[in-house]
Structure formats: structure tokens, C-alpha cells
């Protein structure tokens, strides 16, 4: 939790804090291989936030089974319920609900941490366990069969990587105190519990989480379990939500519609897109499934994948961030790397098992996002070529230029073109002067720009650079954690001296028709897949905020 960027946690906070420190010209593929590092392990994460509310559900709802062995034809049809009243609910936000959510969790822990003490009394001899030589032992006397049995294990430290995620929302201390003070004490009574239970009555092997509790109480803590499940799905589509806007703002993904659904925490958003997904996914899961068990198997692969990069990425941090010695680096991080590659290697032998579903999942998402960067890439490339030298322009509206035929009608008001970060005069405005043959008295050059931070304070966002003829370059700074508001930052610059009245300002937006028939180093179903997901992309009206009164778009037709 020391490598927060800002205090934001994530694998792609991670990834941005450590491009910070390195320059886009230096050692291109050790940049690369970063990169991709990253958006793997973010693509894990998704696979991730399609099981755990399938597995989390699913899992407490088949008590039922324990309780009526003659019920387990509902255990199906009321997760569905469930998950589907889940993912319905969340464009009302977190935040009214969340007030409870500390309480409950409070209840959840204390009582399965009693209920294990409770065990652990009856059969203190489970207190052995503590002693690393079993562990040991049973490793020798077994050989692959407890590698293979690493694979269920890694079930009861599954959550462990959403803490870091998460860490944005409620900050270092908070997640220390709780986790150290009431979570682990509480998870690892319970566990000793169980085991405490088996040891005395082997048939308990059957649900012993259920079983520890006494027959009366086992419809209080089924209804308790799915409460609890139901949070910590939360969790995960919560932090799906924050790592779809990270993707968005650093380039890794489209633009897609972010509502707030609170005014005083800027956290607390909801994507409809990825809740539309995340909903089908987990129902297909359950109904493929059918079991917690049969889950298991796929459950392990994405956790243990994404724990493996983000230790790969701390290595890195760590040397170039923090400035370690490649030893003392080296043997922190092996440490962990050695834990989470065995547990990944045991995951990975129940691929055939369900373990394919993650990885299909995360292999889709890192195609999309690779092919979204790389069209981003070209396409800003082909703009760059299609423009003009903004000092060239400048000059061929100065009095000095003899061929007067060029010079365009001034009209009142302020135009707004939106173009990338470049010295060049963009595309959509030589449009403008080629088609309409007039030019606004004001004409301002707008530039989005998304720094490798969550936050950009509101007294760093806004650079104005003045130039004759009322020309003026406006570069506005968001964090990955912002929306980016146009409206608000021409308020800023007006400022500075920008003439932008609200009532007199037209904005110019370019829409590029792409036709995959260029040259371009990209194989062509990429082509095809970047066009798709360019055309349904949400407008950037939309996005940036825009009256779209005030909008006019111009076209142009690009071979990509």
C-alpha cells in the first residue's frame, strides 16, 4: 500500500505511476513489456468481477442445501434473483447503502470469528497447525498432490487483491487498521474452526462453514452470508467501474457513459455499459456452473495472475521509483513471487476444469484494449500528417501575405476546435476554412490532455498560450480519476483572457471515417475491430460535456 499513486491503488494506478518516471524514448520495448504487464493484469481483474458475485452468491445461497437437502433445485433460480437485483440497483449508487455496509460487515466478522473460537475450544488441538513442519511434512509425503491441492487453497485468500484496488475509496489507514484489528482474526478463527469441526466429525467436510454454526441459527446466517456476499460483489463491480474510467482516460479504452451517482465522493460512479456486461457474465457463469464448488476451479486463475504482475510491477516501482538496490529489491519481491506463481501454477491446472473462463475473459478485454491504443496511435499520426504548421496559417492570415484571395471572413463570436496536443493547426479547422471560407473573431485550439496522476488540482488544469489574429492554444489537464468538463475549463481560461462567451461559442468537432484499405502496420480484423468500437464509442459531446446546440461536426475520410 506504499506504491499509491496519489493515493490511488489498482493495477493501472500502479502502471501510471511507474510511466511517470519513464520517458517515452527510453528502452521503447522495456515500455512496452510494462504496459502490457499491466493491461493483462487489468484484464484478469475483469475476469474476476465476472466470478466473484457468481462464486460470493452462489456459495451463500447453497446453504440452503444444509438446512433442506430438498431445496437444491432453488439454489439456481434465486442467485439469478439475486445478481440480477444486484446489477439493477447499482445506478443508484453506493452511497446511501454504504452506510450500512461497515456495520454489517462488523456483524459478519465478529460472528464467524465466534463461531470459530466456539470449535476451536471444543478441539484445541487444531492450534497445532501453526507449527510450519506439518505444512512441510505434507508437502514431502504428497509431492504433486499438494501442488495440485494449492489450487483450492488459494480460495481462502481470494479478496486479498481488492484491497489495493479499493484503497482509493477508504485510504491506507483505515484498510490497515481493519484488516489487521477485525478481518484476519476473524477469517483465521474461522478456518482453524473448521478445521477444529472435521477434526472432529469428518462428515462436517461436506459444508463445514455452515455446519459450524448450530441448526437453529442456520437461516439468521444464511440470510447474513448473502448479505456479506452481496458486498463484497459490490466491491469487485465497484472496482470495475473506477478501472473502466482509469482505461478510458489513460487510452486503453473507449469513451463510455460515467454517471456520478454521488455528489460529495467522486468514487462513486456507475458505468451502464460494464454493469450490462459484468450482469450477463455472471449469470452465464452460474448457469454453466451450477455449483460454488464447480466455480472453485475457475476462480483462481485471475487472482493468482493478477497478484503475479502486480508483484512484478512493485519490482519495477521499486527500483525506479524508490530507488532500491537491485538486491535488496530483488529478495522483497521474489519472496512474494515464488508464493503467487505456485499458487498460479497450480490454478492453471484446472484450465479444462473452468479455469478457461478468466482467461477468455481476460484475453478478450487485453485484445480490446491493445487494439484500441494501437488505432488511437495511428489515427492521431494520420491527423498529425493532414495538418499544417500553426505558424504557417498564423502567416498566411498576417496583412503581409499577398495572396488576399486566402484571407477569410472574420464573424463574430468564438470557435472551439478540440484537438490533440500538437503545435499544428488541426485538421478539423483547415475543414473549416477549406468549406465555409469564414473564421470566427475568437478562434480558440482546445487540448484534453490526461496526466499519469488521479488528480489534477483546478489551479494547475489550465494553460492558455495567446497568438495574433486571436488565436489562443488552451491545453486543460485531467487525472485518470476526472471527467474531463469543456465548459468548465473555457470558464477558467476566460479568466486569462480568453473571449468565450457561453451564448457565442461554436464548437468544431472532426469525425473521421476510417477505411481500412491503408498501409498501416496493423493486421486488418484489428482494423475492423478498432472501426467498430470507434463508431459506438459514447460522443464527445457527451463526454467532454459539450451543449450539443453549440456542436458542429466535420468529417473527413481516412485510409487506415
Not at 180 to 204: E, H, K, T
Not at 219 to 238: E, G, H, K, R, V
Request: overall charge positive.
Amino acid at each position: 500500500m506504499r506504491a499509491d499513486n496519489n493515493g490511488e491503488g489498482g493495477i493501472l494506478a500502479l502502471l501510471a505511476l511507474i510511466l511517470q518516471k519513464q520517458r517515452r524514448d527510453a528502452d521503447t520495448f522495456r515500455r512496452k513489456t510494462i504496459i502490457a504487464l499491466g493491461l493483462i493484469g487489468a484484464a484478469l481483474l475483469y475476469g474476476d468481477g465476472v466470478i466473484t458475485p457468481a462464486i460470493s452468491v452462489l456459495s451463500a445461497v447453497e446453504g440452503l442445501e444444509v438446512v433442506a437437502p430438498s431445496s437444491g433445485g432453488l439454489v439456481i433460480p434465486i442467485t439469478i434473483a439475486i445478481l440480477v437485483v444486484l446489477f439493477f440497483y447499482q445506478n443508484k449508487g453506493t452511497a446511501k447503502v454504504g452506510r450500512i455496509f461497515g456495520p454489517v460487515m462488523v456483524i459478519w466478522f465478529a460472528t464467524i470469528g465466534l463461531l470459530g473460537i466456539r470449535e476451536i475450544m471444543l478441539a484445541p488441538q487444531i492450534l497445532a497447525a501453526l507449527n510450519p513442519w506439518y505444512g512441510l511434512r505434507f508437502f514431502a509425503e504428497h509431492g504433486a498432490s499438494g501442488f495440485v491441492l494449492l489450487g483450492a487453497v488459494v480460495l481462502a485468500v481470494t479478496g486479498a487483491e481488492a484491497l489495493y484496488a479499493d484503497m482509493g475509496h477508504f485510504g491506507k489507514r483505515p484498510i490497515r487498521l481493519a484488516w489487521s484489528g477485525l478481518v484476519l482474526p476473524c477469517l483465521l478463527a474461522n478456518y482453524f474452526g473448521q478445521g477444529a469441526l472435521i477434526l472432529r466429525d469428518p462428515s462436517a467436510a461436506v459444508n463445514p462453514f455452515y455446519l459450524l454454526a448450530p441448526r437453529a441459527a442456520l437461516y439468521p446466517m444464511i440470510a447474513l452470508a448473502t448479505i456479506a456476499a452481496i458486498i463484497a460483489s459490490q466491491a469487485l463491480i465497484s472496482g470495475a467501474f473506477s478501472l473502466t474510467q482509469q482505461a478510458v482516460q489513460l487510452g486503453y479504452s473507449p469513451r463510455v457513459q460515467i454517471i456520478h451517482t454521488s455528489q460529495q465522493d467522486t468514487g462513486q460512479i456507475f458505468v451502464p455499459e460494464v454493469n450490462r456486461a459484468l450482469a450477463l457474465g455472471c449469470i452465464f457463469v452460474v448457469l454453466y456452473f451450477r455449483s460454488s464448488s464447480a466455480l472453485g476451479a475457475a476462480y483462481g486463475i485471475a487472482v493468482t495472475g493478477t497478484m503475479a504482475i502486480t508483484t512484478i510491477l512493485f519490482y519495477v516501482l521499486a527500483r525506479s521509483h524508490w530507488q532500491w538496490s537491485i538486491w535488496r529489491a530483488g529478495a522483497f519481491t521474489a519472496f512474494f513471487l515464488i508464493i503467487d506463481l505456485a499458487f498460479f501454477g497450480a490454478n492453471l491446472l484446472k484450465i479444462m476444469q473452468g479455469g478457461w473462463v478468466p482467461l477468455a475473459i481476460g484475453l478478450g478485454i487485453f485484445v480490446l484494449m491493445t487494439t484500441w491504443q494501437r488505432g488511437r496511435l495511428i489515427v492521431r499520426s494520420l491527423l498529425v500528417d493532414a495538418s499544417i504548421p500553426l505558424d504557417a496559417l498564423l502567416k498566411d492570415l498576417g496583412d503581409d501575405n499577398p495572396d488576399k484571395r486566402f484571407k477569410p471572413a472574420r464573424v463574430p463570436g468564438t470557435a472551439v476546435f478540440l484537438t490533440s496536443e500538437s503545435k499544428d493547426a488541426p485538421l478539423v479547422l483547415l475543414h473549416h476554412l477549406k468549406h465555409n471560407k469564414v473564421l470566427h473573431e475568437n478562434v480558440v485550439l482546445l487540448s484534453i490532455l490526461v496526466a499519469q496522476v488521479p488528480e489534477v488540482p483546478i489551479t494547475e488544469r489550465v494553460e492558455v498560450t495567446c497568438f495574433p489574429h486571436n488565436f489562443a492554444r488552451v491545453k486543460a489537464k485531467y487525472g485518470f480519476m476526472q471527467n474531463p468538463n469543456v465548459p468548465e475549463v473555457l470558464a477558467i481560461a476566460t479568466e486569462r483572457g480568453i473571449i468565450a462567451k457561453p451564448a457565442e461559442t461554436t464548437y468544431y468537432l472532426g469525425r473521421e471515417n476510417l477505411i481500412p484499405s491503408g498501409n498501416k502496420p496493423i493486421a486488418g480484423w484489428r482494423k475492423h475491430l478498432f472501426i467498430f468500437m470507434q463508431r459506438n464509442a459514447r460522443p464527445a459531446t457527451e463526454f467532454f460535456g459539450i451543449p450539443p446546440n453549440r456542436v458542429v461536426e466535420l468529417g473527413a475520410q481516412m485510409e487506415f
